[in-house]
Each structure stands twice: as structure tokens, then as C-alpha cells.
């Protein structure tokens, strides 16, 4: 490095600094440190880093006749192009052969309500701040580096566990598939107390791959309607500031709700972080996503992020409110 520093960009881009060079200048992750957020993946241009799939798994299951249950991220809206809405996104998963597809939205939505009693219930008497729980990458980074902050998060189930375990309830003998844009979900599957919730997890690409593979254009189904509809604010949960401002809709009026978003997990967030660990924070609501822009720029994502942000946009303006349901 004596002229000029080169660094791995798949090292550059992990905040938690779990990607360091070998004896031998060979990149090696230390899992010890790492939160399976999926960074180093997207920004590997040699394509090196690949998460595992299961997608072999899911074909075999849903040869041998099984009913599968995919239940899909509410960031799947405008993955597969403008013209391929919800509606037709169904059709085209049941032509795949699931049984079924279900909004993970609808676990969202309830993910809200159970956020918004904590932080009514907590909030200030128990905790001076609490931190959102849908991201399992933060809550694994929390615990890793932060682990005085463990209390702070919601104990709130994420939207996928909520969503699989409802279905679980209504199909005790089906296979939950939980189609979305995180690698970290993979992980979260296989943690205590969620195994049994979800069989298999694929991301947007991986599900792009079979409607490529079967020669399957979503933009031409026939459209199906979802059985449940989904409200806003869980339908906004994969946008940066969107599960904040779920919550702010149930709290505000009933509490002081002064909420900031940290956006990427990456070392300048890591650093704002710490500073909350040592010097306090004026917010008592703190959202994390380890995705910058949020959920919509997942490693697993296959549409831009800004563009799936405006389609996330314009489904949620469709959609009936929270509030008004709990009415």
C-alpha cells in the first residue's frame, strides 16, 4: 500500500468488519462477526459470495405434491417490472405450483400493533428508547456489539414468523416458503425460537430464477386476488422510515414519539450507535435497517431501489389504514 491503498470492495462494504485478508491475501469471513445482512454479497463484482439456497428443496417439495404456502415480503411489489403487479405476481406463483401466496404485509401490520403496545407499555418507565425488531441483521448486530441495548428491542415477532405462524395455524401440514429480499432471514429461520415457522427461505432472485427457468412472464397472468387485503403501514414496512412511521400512527396522541431511521448498516451507523451507547440519544424510538434505503435494497432484491421504493409507494396508497381496522 505504498503508493495507493487497495481495499476489497466486499470489505468495504461490511460495516461489522467480518471480511479480512488471510496469510496468504485470500478474503475470509469471520462468523463470529458477521450478521448475514448480505452486503458483501451485492458488492462482490466477481461474483464470489454466494449465500445457500434452497431452492432445490422447494422444487423437490413441490414435485412430490406437498402443499406449499409462499408467503412473500411486502418489497416484492415492482420486482418484476412495472406491469407485473400484485395480482398477477400471485397468479404467476401459483402457476409455479404454491398452493398458495400470502402478503407478508398482513404479519406487518400486526408486527405494528405489537411494537406500539410495547413502546406504550415501556416507554419511558422501563426503557428510555426502543428499537424496531423486524430486521434480524440489527438484532443480531445488537447483540453482538451492543449487547447492553438487547432489552431495547421490541420483543415483537417479525412479520415473516407472524405470517408463517398464522398460515401454520389455518394449514398445520403445509410447507411455508418466505419469499423476500434479505440473506439474513436464512439465519433467522434456523434460530430457536422461530425453527418450525418457516421450511424454506428464497430471495426475489431466486424466485425470478424459476419463473425465467419455466418460462413464466408475470406481466402476462391472469390476475388473482390475495385473500386478505393487507393495510398502509404494514405495506410501507420495507421502505427506510416505513416501520417508524407505523408505529408513530398507532402511538401519536397516546405518547411522547420522537423517532429517527438508521439507514445501512455501515460503519458510519455503527458509529452513531455507539455514541447512543455512550452519550445518550434525544429519540426513544429507534429504527434499523442494515439495507440502505431499506428492505428494497435487499441483497436478494432484482429491481432498483429507488424505482421498487415508488412501486412500494403506490401500493400503499391503495391500501385501507391500520387505525381504521382497529376501529
Given at each position: 500500500h505504498a503508493i495507493i491503498r487497495q481495499e476489497r470492495p466486499c470489505a468495504a462494504a461490511c460495516g461489522m468488519d467480518a471480511i479480512h485478508s488471510d496469510c496468504n491475501g485470500r478474503a475470509d469471513i469471520d462468523y463470529e462477526k458477521c450478521?448475514?445482512?448480505?452486503?458483501?454479497?451485492?458488492?462482490?463484482?466477481?461474483?464470489?459470495?454466494?449465500?445457500?439456497?434452497?431452492?432445490?428443496?422447494?422444487?423437490?417439495?413441490?414435485?412430490?405434491?406437498e402443499e406449499v404456502i409462499a408467503c412473500v415480503a411486502p418489497a416484492f411489489v415492482g420486482q418484476y417490472g412495472p406491469d407485473a403487479t400484485p395480482a398477477k405476481m400471485k397468479a404467476a406463483m401459483r402457476i409455479l405450483g404454491f398452493a398458495d401466496v400470502v402478503e407478508v404485509a398482513i404479519g406487518a401490520d400486526l408486527c405494528t400493533v405489537e411494537e406500539a403496545h410495547d413502546f406504550l407499555e415501556e416507554v419511558p418507565e422501563k426503557l428510555d428508547w426502543m428499537g424496531t425488531s423486524c430486521c434480524p441483521a440489527w438484532s443480531m448486530m445488537a447483540k453482538k456489539l451492543f449487547p447492553q441495548f438487547k432489552d431495547n428491542i421490541s420483543m415483537a415477532l417479525t412479520p415473516m414468523v407472524i405470517t408463517a405462524r398464522m398460515v401454520k395455524k389455518d394449514h398445520p401440514n403445509a410447507r411455508i416458503v418466505f419469499i423476500g429480499p434479505c440473506t439474513a432471514k436464512k439465519v433467522e429461520i434456523k434460530q430457536d425460537d422461530v425453527k418450525g415457522a418457516v421450511d424454506y427461505v428464497l430471495t426475489f432472485e431466486e424466485i425470478g430464477a424459476m419463473l425465467v427457468a419455466s418460462g413464466i412472464n408475470v406481466a402476462d397472468c391472469e390476475p388473482q386476488e390475495f385473500a386478505k387485503i393487507s393495510c398502509a403501514q404494514g405495506r410501507r414496512f420495507p421502505v427506510s422510515g416505513g416501520v417508524a412511521g407505523a408505529v408513530a400512527s398507532l402511538v401519536e396522541g397516546k405518547a411522547e414519539f420522537k423517532p429517527t431511521a438508521i439507514n445501512g448498516l455501515n460503519k458510519a451507523s455503527i458509529k452513531l450507535l455507539k455514541q447512543y451507547a455512550t452519550k445518550g440519544s434525544d429519540f426513544n424510538m429507534i429504527e434499523v435497517m442494515c439495507c440502505e434505503g431499506g428492505c428494497v435494497a435487499g441483497p436478494g432484491c432484482v429491481a432498483l431501489a429507488k424505482k421498487s421504493a415508488i412501486m412500494v409507494e403506490n401500493y400503499v396508497k391503495t391500501a385501507p389504514d391500520l387505525k381504521d381496522k382497529q376501529d
Amino acid at each position: 500500500h505504498a503508493i495507493i491503498r487497495q481495499e476489497r470492495p466486499c470489505a468495504a462494504a461490511c460495516g461489522m468488519d467480518a471480511i479480512h485478508s488471510d496469510c496468504n491475501g485470500r478474503a475470509d469471513i469471520d462468523y463470529e462477526k458477521c450478521v448475514s445482512c448480505g452486503q458483501c454479497l451485492v458488492n462482490c463484482p466477481f461474483g464470489a459470495i454466494a449465500d445457500k439456497s434452497q431452492i432445490f428443496q422447494l422444487i423437490q417439495a413441490i414435485k412430490r405434491g406437498e402443499e406449499v404456502i409462499a408467503c412473500v415480503a411486502p418489497a416484492f411489489v415492482g420486482q418484476y417490472g412495472p406491469d407485473a403487479t400484485p395480482a398477477k405476481m400471485k397468479a404467476a406463483m401459483r402457476i409455479l405450483g404454491f398452493a398458495d401466496v400470502v402478503e407478508v404485509a398482513i404479519g406487518a401490520d400486526l408486527c405494528t400493533v405489537e411494537e406500539a403496545h410495547d413502546f406504550l407499555e415501556e416507554v419511558p418507565e422501563k426503557l428510555d428508547w426502543m428499537g424496531t425488531s423486524c430486521c434480524p441483521a440489527w438484532s443480531m448486530m445488537a447483540k453482538k456489539l451492543f449487547p447492553q441495548f438487547k432489552d431495547n428491542i421490541s420483543m415483537a415477532l417479525t412479520p415473516m414468523v407472524i405470517t408463517a405462524r398464522m398460515v401454520k395455524k389455518d394449514h398445520p401440514n403445509a410447507r411455508i416458503v418466505f419469499i423476500g429480499p434479505c440473506t439474513a432471514k436464512k439465519v433467522e429461520i434456523k434460530q430457536d425460537d422461530v425453527k418450525g415457522a418457516v421450511d424454506y427461505v428464497l430471495t426475489f432472485e431466486e424466485i425470478g430464477a424459476m419463473l425465467v427457468a419455466s418460462g413464466i412472464n408475470v406481466a402476462d397472468c391472469e390476475p388473482q386476488e390475495f385473500a386478505k387485503i393487507s393495510c398502509a403501514q404494514g405495506r410501507r414496512f420495507p421502505v427506510s422510515g416505513g416501520v417508524a412511521g407505523a408505529v408513530a400512527s398507532l402511538v401519536e396522541g397516546k405518547a411522547e414519539f420522537k423517532p429517527t431511521a438508521i439507514n445501512g448498516l455501515n460503519k458510519a451507523s455503527i458509529k452513531l450507535l455507539k455514541q447512543y451507547a455512550t452519550k445518550g440519544s434525544d429519540f426513544n424510538m429507534i429504527e434499523v435497517m442494515c439495507c440502505e434505503g431499506g428492505c428494497v435494497a435487499g441483497p436478494g432484491c432484482v429491481a432498483l431501489a429507488k424505482k421498487s421504493a415508488i412501486m412500494v409507494e403506490n401500493y400503499v396508497k391503495t391500501a385501507p389504514d391500520l387505525k381504521d381496522k382497529q376501529d
